[in-house]
């Protein structure tokens, strides 16, 4: 069974950065894209950012120029880089694969445990 596991996440001050990371596990032949999402207490869960398994990227509108995205394909690791941290950036962010190829199986969609990030102000 393929598994996300999410690390990174804890408490910073507004202005600060975290490097949120996700490594798939599994007998992994590869992955179409991968991403981070986010959901704040009330509300529901939006993009932050995915990247395809050729590099191309995307980010909500809330990030760009703040948070970048990357992976490592042969670590089956996605990474989100997060700088100048707002108080509007704290969520539950979770991480998301997408078509995971194994031996075996194709998964169309696979998501993490989730990360609790906190900006305080």
């Known amino acids: 069974q393929v598994q996300l596991v999410e690390s990174g996440g804890g408490l910073v001050q507004a202005g600060g950065s975290l490097r949120l990371s996700c490594a798939a596990s599994?007998?992994?032949?590869?992955?179409?894209?991968m991403g981070w999402y986010r959901q704040a207490p009330g509300k529901q869960r939006e993009l932050v950012a995915t990247i395809t398994s050729g590099g191309t990227t995307n980010y909500a509108d809330s990030v760009k120029g703040r948070f970048t995205i990357s992976r490592d394909n042969g670590k089956n690791t996605v990474y989100l880089q997060m700088n100048s941290l707002k108080p509007e950036d704290t969520a539950v962010y979770y991480c998301?694969?997408?078509?995971?190829?194994?031996?075996?199986?194709?998964?169309?969609?696979?998501w993490g445990q989730g990360t609790l990030v906190t900006v305080s102000s």
């Open positions: 998301n694969a997408d078509k995971i190829t194994t031996i075996n199986l194709r998964y169309p969609v696979v």
């Open positions: 599994g007998r992994i032949l590869g992955i179409n894209a």
